[in-house]
């Protein structure tokens, strides 16, 4: 069985502050993706990481796939109230099952 | 780019009443469909996924059903509902490509 395991599970800090979460497995995977999901709705994709090693930005956000392509961290520069929400990582195994962590809840006090 | 409709946005259901959540997709052709259902402080656990119009594939055993009777159409349905089927149900589509998933707003479903 394969395991994804996000953490922290929560995080609570101040505007500015930076901060990085993770995402790690027991297996090696094909693809990664980032989403970060709000209250109430369904999750909207950040990135997709696909090769060992890669560095991807988005603005304020740095999203790092391991080399072994068995973990993945997402690093946020300067947090600001809008990143607040659910980041959830999920991997892709090349079949149709597609595998969620539970996710880090963050929340950004302005 | 594709848009994923769900309805309804909310749902309350008396225990053993029926249930039908609807999943419409635009903007693409021959998605791979998925639903998933979300707990609170879990996961994304995948029930239902299809390939194509009336291809079905189901990933936990439940009392719960889906039915793709269009390209772009995915339904899932109970004859009886239980309390434990409460939960936030989401609907995904990919664009046949099997990798990254995108995702309707959701149906949060309250069964009393």
């Known amino acids: 069985t394969q395991l994804l395991e996000q953490s922290p599970q929560f995080l609570s800090i101040q505007e500015g502050e930076n901060l990085t979460v993770y995402c790690n497995s027991s297996s090696v995977f094909s693809s990664l993706q980032w989403y970060r999901q709000e209250p109430g709705e369904g999750p909207v994709l950040l990135v997709t990481v696909v090769t060992g090693g890669e560095v991807k930005k988005l603005k304020r956000l740095t999203f790092q796939f391991g080399d072994a392509r068995k973990d993945s961290s997402l690093h946020i520069t300067a947090a600001q109230p809008g990143d607040t929400g659910l980041y959830l990582c999920a991997l892709h195994t090349g079949g149709f099952k597609t595998i969620f962590g539970a996710g880090t809840r963050l929340f950004v006090k302005a | 780019s594709q848009t994923i409709h769900q309805w309804p946005a909310t749902l309350v259901q008396p225990v053993g009443s029926p249930l039908s959540l609807e999943c419409t997709v635009e903007g693409t052709s021959n998605p791979n469909l998925y639903w998933y259902r979300q707990a609170a402080g879990r996961g994304l656990q995948l029930l239902f996924y299809?390939?194509?119009?009336?291809?079905i594939s189901s990933e936990v055993p439940q009392n719960l059903s889906a039915s793709r009777p269009q390209d772009r159409q995915f339904i899932l349905s109970s004859k009886k509902l239980l309390l434990s089927d409460s939960g936030f149900y989401l609907c995904?589509?990919?664009?046949?490509?099997?990798?990254?998933?995108?995702f309707g707003p959701g149906t949060r479903l309250l069964v009393l």
């Open positions: 995904a589509s990919d664009r046949g490509t099997r990798e990254t998933q995108y």
């Open positions: 299809s390939v194509g119009i009336g291809q």
